[in-house]
C-alpha cells in the first residue's frame, strides 16, 4: 500500500526567505503523481504543484519548486521568497495510476512566515 | 484551475437529524468526485469515490447507510449524513478532476458540520 510521509508538523520561515517542506513517499508501483495542496485556515484545499513520476525535470509553479529526487523517493516543495499569505497548511499527496484517481495525503505542515 | 463548489459552508444540526451536502463542478463535467472528512489539526482521510451514474465505491470503515452518496449528473455529487450524531461533527470536502491533463484533483471549499 501506499504511504506519504511529512515528518516536520510545524516549521516558521522569515519572510522573504526559502522554506523546504519535507514528503517522502512509499509504492511499489512505477507510476504515480505527487501533489502539494496548501490548506489556509478557511480550509479550502489549494493545488500547488504537480510532479508525475516519469517527469524528468523538477515540476515549478511560481514562488514554489518540487524537489523530486525518485530514488530517495521523496519530493519536498520548496517556497521560495516566503510572504506572510504563505503561512498555512502544506500537503502532500500522492496518487497511484490506475488507483481510481484516489490522492493519499501525508499529515501535513503547518507553516508560519514571521517578520 | 476549475472550480468545484460546496454547500452549505457550514451547517450546525440536532443529533439524529440528516444533512445533505451538495459538490459541483463548475466550469467542467466530472464523472467521478472524492469525499474527504478532515478532523481538526488531522489530515483528509478519503470516504468514498462517487461515480457519475452508478454507486459510490466507500473506503474501508466508512458506512455507507450512514453516508450517502449520490452523483445524479456530471456537475453534481451529494453526500448525505443520515442521523447525524456529534462524533460526525467535522469538516466535510469535496473534489473533482476535469477530463485529460494532469488529473489534478480540486477541491470544494468545504463544509463545516457541527452536530448537537
Known amino acids: 500500500a501506499q504511504k506519504i510521509t511529512q515528518t516536520q508538523p510545524g516549521m516558521f520561515v522569515q519572510e522573504k526567505e526559502a522554506v523546504t517542506l519535507d514528503c517522502t513517499y512509499d509504492t511499489s508501483d512505477p507510476s504515480y503523481g505527487l501533489f502539494w495542496y496548501k490548506q489556509p485556515s478557511s480550509g479550502e484545499m489549494i493545488f500547488l504543484i504537480y510532479?508525475?513520476?516519469?517527469?524528468?525535470q523538477n515540476a515549478t509553479e511560481g514562488r514554489y519548486s518540487l524537489n523530486f529526487q525518485k530514488a530517495r523517493k521523496s519530493a519536498n516543495l520548496v517556497i521560495s521568497a516566503s510572504q506572510l499569505g504563505d503561512s498555512a497548511m502544506y500537503f502532500c499527496a500522492m496518487r497511484l495510476t490506475g488507483g481510481g484517481n484516489k490522492l493519499t495525503f501525508g499529515t501535513g505542515t503547518q507553516l508560519k512566515v514571521e517578520l | 484551475g476549475a472550480v468545484v463548489s460546496q454547500h452549505p459552508s457550514w451547517v450546525i444540526c440536532k443529533s439524529g437529524t440528516s444533512v445533505k451536502i451538495e459538490c459541483r463542478s463548475l466550469?467542467?463535467?466530472?464523472?467521478?468526485m472524492f469525499w474527504y472528512r478532515q478532523f481538526p489539526k488531522q489530515s483528509l482521510m478519503l470516504m468514498a469515490t462517487s461515480n457519475e451514474g452508478s454507486k459510490a465505491t466507500y473506503e474501508q470503515g466508512v458506512e455507507k447507510d450512514k453516508f450517502l452518496i449520490n452523483h445524479a449528473s456530471l456537475t453534481l455529487s451529494t453526500l448525505t449524513v443520515t442521523s447525524a450524531h456529534p462524533e460526525d461533527s467535522s469538516f466535510y470536502i469535496c473534489s473533482a478532476s476535469p477530463p485529460g491533463g494532469r488529473e489534478t484533483q480540486y477541491f470544494g471549499p468545504g463544509t463545516r458540520l457541527l452536530v448537537l
Open positions: 510532479q508525475g513520476s516519469y517527469d524528468q
Open positions: 466550469d467542467f463535467q466530472a464523472t467521478t
